[in-house]
């Protein structure tokens, strides 16, 4: 991409995806409930659908923020994901997911946990690829784009500073190893 050209880019509205799936015995833990791992693959393949679907490339996940499970969710209920773009870099896209449990009885829906996921576009030959850039239309999209910026530069921070302690301690550990 030469200096002079213009980036593309695409609507919030042009990757969201929704997926949802029945739970069934086999996804349940000791506990009776949905086992945590299962709801966390489910969170990534939806979200991968969507950052694909923004950057019409293959893409990979590099880092999933926390993840709280707020309440449990049990086995005979739906549960419904939903992803979109908050943020995107040169290669990389957050995307943030809300799961929900519904009660397929009553229709009762209830938020059960979200999380950010990163994802980096990867090109023919493996290597991070451009992605287009995002346009947050919505306040709420604006919002999301803003609090995913400051999560952003968090991230990076904390790489940077675990970076440093990397080289320290393998420094400090040079200094003490026996000449051979």
Do not use: W
């Amino acid at each position: 991409m030469s200096g002079s050209a213009v980036r593309a880019a695409l609507p919030v509205s042009a990757s969201r995806h929704e997926s949802s799936a029945l739970m069934m015995p086999e996804d349940a833990n000791l506990l009776g409930n949905v086992f945590g791992g299962a709801v966390m693959a489910l969170m990534d393949k939806t979200a991968a659908v969507c950052a694909m679907r923004h950057a019409r490339q293959q893409c990979v996940t590099v880092s999933v923020d926390r993840i709280e499970f707020r309440e449990p969710i049990h086995v005979g209920e739906l549960v419904v994901l939903k992803a979109s773009v908050n943020f995107v870099g040169r290669s990389s896209m957050e995307v943030g997911v809300r799961v929900e449990a519904e009660d397929l009885r009553t229709g009762l829906r209830r938020h059960t946990n979200s999380c950010y996921l990163t994802f980096v576009a990867i090109d023919a030959a493996g290597r991070p690829a451009e992605v287009p850039a995002i346009i947050a239309e919505s306040h709420e999209e604006r919002r999301r784009y803003e609090a995913a910026q400051a999560r952003r530069a968090r991230r990076l921070d904390e790489r940077a500073a675990e970076a440093q302690h990397t080289r320290a301690h393998a420094a400090a550990h040079a200094a003490t190893e026996p000449a051979t």
